[in-house]
């Protein structure tokens, strides 16, 4: 049996922590720091030590005889997590913090990209205002302006003049709106089409697609407002079809991790290519070393197989023996939100309805939320992501949004609309 050790305190990690202990192979599992929801996971122990506390996660890893750790959140990533744990002899899932510089650096991997003929957007990085200014005069409009370094999800915007350009850089480049992350900005062509998000498996030259999903980034219905770290997902994304998605696999994801291996810094881990796919085709619009926040729900509710086994085979360099299945039945999970997120927001307010008799195809994972004497509170801006899974994804969402009213908490807030693009293509 093996005892697992999930690194993250949000949704993704409660969709991961949840998944890995239902696996036959698993003993116990334990989340560090974890949240309100994985405290009470039937099989998983939440563990108070921080995300960034390098030396303390070895250790607990050491102390509980961990056989496999998955890293949830970016940033121990970046800062060399699976290196520390290689070097100690532990098991890890997740890339080095070289590999890592494919989220970690958005100009590293705009230059990776480029140097592998990945299709991408036309790009530049500038460091001072002036030379942004001098790019953006002789490109089409909008231009997408994005900080170099990690944003949780937020440092984008979309500038559609000259006065917004102006302003972006100058608060990017300041360290006013994103530190030490936005001391250097890539400047890119606005895309026209549609986002799909396409995670895979990696292991050095080794590729296994996970089921495809669509996120939704705008905070309002219509894709509208500021961009969030995700509001709801879908799996799967109708987009991709069985050709695109070939198309993706040969023209993006192997290149990316026979790159890698070329550059001397092999990939092992999640790799999440988020795509634009145009008329011309699909074009990678970022990368991301580690599973998307809130796609990982729905495509855990649809995964059948044993994650922690195939894990392991990963890290063992056993990926080409495993085949993942499937539940053909489309999921989606809608985001509970603290009002005014992704700005300023109100902590601390008890949650109401979570003890509700869930239907089996229901599952509220917990994000943004502690477990206090009193009750489970918000403190977070994404709080909860109530997933679905339905014989139809217009069967899900009508069940999910059928049962977001049963849960409360001040000033809650999600979107009446996720799925839509999907649905769109797909209505069934």
Same mark, same amino acid.
């Given at each position: 049996?093996?005892?697992?050790?999930?690194?993250?305190?949000?949704?993704?990690?409660?969709?991961?922590?949840?998944?890995?202990?239902?696996?036959?192979?698993?003993?116990?599992?334990? %989340?560090?720091?974890?949240?309100?929801?994985?405290?009470?996971?039937?099989? %998983?122990?939440?563990?108070?030590?921080?995300?960034?506390?390098? !030396?303390?996660?070895?250790?607990?890893?050491?102390?509980?005889?961990?056989?496999?750790?998955? @890293?949830?959140?970016?940033?121990?990533?970046?800062?060399?997590? @699976?290196?520390?744990?290689? &070097?100690?002899?532990?098991?890890?899932?997740?890339?080095?913090?070289?590999?890592?510089?494919?989220?970690?650096?958005?100009?590293?991997?705009?230059?990776?990209?480029?140097?592998?003929?990945?299709?991408?957007?036309?790009?530049?990085?500038?460091?001072?205002?002036?030379?942004?200014?001098?790019?953006?005069?002789?490109?089409?409009?909008?231009?997408?302006?994005?900080? !170099?370094?990690?944003?949780?999800?937020?440092?984008?915007? $979309?500038?559609?003049?000259?006065?917004?350009?102006?302003?972006?850089?100058?608060?990017?480049?300041?360290?006013?709106?994103?530190?030490?992350?936005? #001391?250097?900005?890539? *400047?890119?062509?606005?895309?026209?089409?549609?986002?799909?998000?396409?995670?895979?498996? %990696?292991?050095?030259?080794?590729?296994?697609?996970?089921?495809?999903?669509?996120?939704?980034?705008?905070?309002?219905?219509?894709?509208?407002?500021?961009?969030?770290?995700?509001?709801?997902?879908?799996?799967?994304?109708? $987009?991709?079809? !069985?050709?695109?998605?070939?198309?993706?696999?040969?023209?993006? *994801?192997?290149?990316? &991790?026979?790159?890698?291996?070329?550059?001397?810094?092999?990939?092992?881990?999640?790799?999440?290519?988020?795509?634009?796919?145009?008329?011309?085709?699909? #074009?990678?619009?970022?990368?991301?070393?580690?599973?998307?926040?809130?796609?990982?729900?729905?495509? %855990?509710?649809?995964?059948?197989?044993?994650?922690?086994?195939?894990?392991?085979?990963?890290?063992?360099? #056993?990926?080409?023996?495993?085949?993942?299945?499937?539940?053909?039945?489309?999921? $989606?999970?809608?985001?509970?939100?603290?009002?005014?997120?992704?700005?300023?927001?109100?902590?601390?307010?008890? *949650? &109401?309805?979570?003890?509700?008799?869930?239907?089996?195809?229901?599952?509220?994972?917990?994000?943004?939320?502690?477990?206090?004497?009193?009750?489970?509170?918000?403190?977070?801006?994404?709080?909860?992501?109530?997933?679905? *899974?339905?014989?139809?994804?217009?069967?899900?969402?009508?069940?999910?949004?059928?049962?977001?009213?049963? $849960?409360?908490?001040?000033?809650?807030?999600?979107?009446?609309?996720?799925?839509?693009?999907?649905?769109?293509?797909?209505?069934?």
């Amino acid at each position: 049996m093996t005892n697992v050790l999930v690194i993250g305190a949000g949704g993704r990690e409660h969709a991961l922590a949840w998944k890995l202990a239902r696996s036959p192979s698993v003993e116990r599992v334990l %989340v560090a720091p974890g949240n309100g929801g994985t405290a009470l996971e039937e099989g %998983v122990e939440n563990v108070d030590v921080a995300i960034d506390d390098l !030396d303390g996660l070895v250790a607990l890893a050491r102390q509980h005889a961990v056989d496999l750790t998955v @890293v949830g959140p970016e940033a121990p990533l970046a800062a060399g997590l @699976v290196d520390r744990f290689k &070097a100690a002899g532990l098991k890890c899932f997740g890339p080095g913090a070289d590999a890592a510089r494919l989220e970690s650096s958005k100009a590293f991997a705009k230059d990776f990209l480029s140097r592998h003929e990945i299709p991408t957007a036309t790009w530049t990085v500038v460091d001072t205002v002036e030379a942004g200014m001098q790019f953006a005069r002789g490109q089409v409009l909008p231009l997408v302006l994005k900080a !170099d370094g990690l944003a949780a999800g937020k440092g984008v915007v $979309i500038a559609d003049n000259d006065e917004t350009i102006q302003r972006t850089l100058e608060d990017m480049l300041s360290g006013e709106a994103f530190g030490e992350a936005g #001391r250097r900005v890539v *400047i890119e062509e606005f895309l026209v089409g549609e986002e799909a998000s396409f995670i895979a498996l %990696v292991d050095g030259r080794e590729v296994l697609a996970l089921a495809t999903s669509q996120d939704h980034k705008q905070r309002d219905d219509g894709d509208r407002g500021p961009n969030t770290g995700g509001m709801g997902a879908c799996s799967p994304a109708p $987009i991709i079809t !069985d050709a695109l998605h070939q198309h993706v696999i040969d023209e993006i *994801i192997r290149p990316t &991790a026979e790159g890698m291996v070329d550059d001397g810094c092999p990939f092992t881990g999640f790799l999440y290519a988020g795509l634009m796919v145009t008329q011309g085709g699909a #074009r990678v619009l970022e990368f991301n070393v580690r599973l998307g926040d809130p796609e990982t729900q729905p495509i %855990v509710m649809r995964l059948k197989s044993d994650l922690a086994e195939a894990l392991l085979k990963a890290l063992n360099g #056993r990926l080409n023996e495993v085949e993942l299945e499937w539940d053909p039945r489309p999921a $989606i999970g809608v985001v509970m939100a603290a009002g005014g997120y992704p700005a300023d927001y109100r902590t601390g307010d008890v *949650i &109401a309805g979570l003890d509700s008799e869930w239907p089996d195809e229901i599952k509220v994972f917990h994000a943004g939320t502690r477990l206090e004497e009193h009750g489970t509170v918000t403190c977070g801006g994404r709080v909860l992501c109530v997933t679905a *899974i339905g014989e139809s994804l217009a069967k899900a969402r009508a069940e999910v949004y059928r049962w977001l009213p049963e $849960i409360g908490f001040r000033d809650a807030y999600w979107r009446n609309d996720i799925g839509h693009r999907a649905l769109a293509r797909d209505p069934q």
